[in-house]
C-alpha cells in the first residue's frame, strides 16, 4: 500500500479539526442544557456539564454578569470559540 508523501499530516489535521469539534460540541451542548434547564440529577446531564466545565475550566467565570445564563454563555462560548479556532489554525498549518 502506498501512501502519497503528507498524507500522515493529513490525517493529523483531520484528527485535530475532529477533537477541536468535539470539544466545541460538548461545550455547546452543555450551554443548550443550560438554557433549556436540563435535569441536573440526570446522568448525561453531569456528565455533559462536568466534561464541559473541565474543557472550560480557564474561562467558565471569567465573566461576571448579572444574569447567570450570560455568564454561562459567555464564559463556556468563549472556549468553544477558542477551541475551534485554535484547532482549525493548527489543522490548517499542518495541512500545508
Not at 60 to 87: C, K, S
Amino acid at each position: 500500500m502506498s501512501y502519497s508523501r503528507g498524507s500522515g499530516s493529513i490525517t493529523a489535521a483531520r484528527v485535530i479539526a475532529v477533537v477541536a469539534d468535539v470539544m466545541a460540541f460538548i461545550i455547546g451542548l452543555w450551554i443548550l442544557m443550560y438554557l433549556l434547564d436540563a435535569n441536573r440529577g440526570n446522568e448525561l446531564v453531569e456528565f455533559v456539564r462536568d466534561t464541559a466545565r473541565w474543557l472550560a475550566g480557564w474561562s467558565h467565570d471569567l465573566f461576571t454578569f448579572d444574569r447567570a445564563w450570560a455568564n454561562v454563555v459567555a464564559g463556556y462560548g468563549l472556549a468553544a470559540l477558542v477551541y475551534l479556532f485554535i484547532g482549525h489554525a493548527v489543522a490548517g498549518r499542518i495541512r500545508r
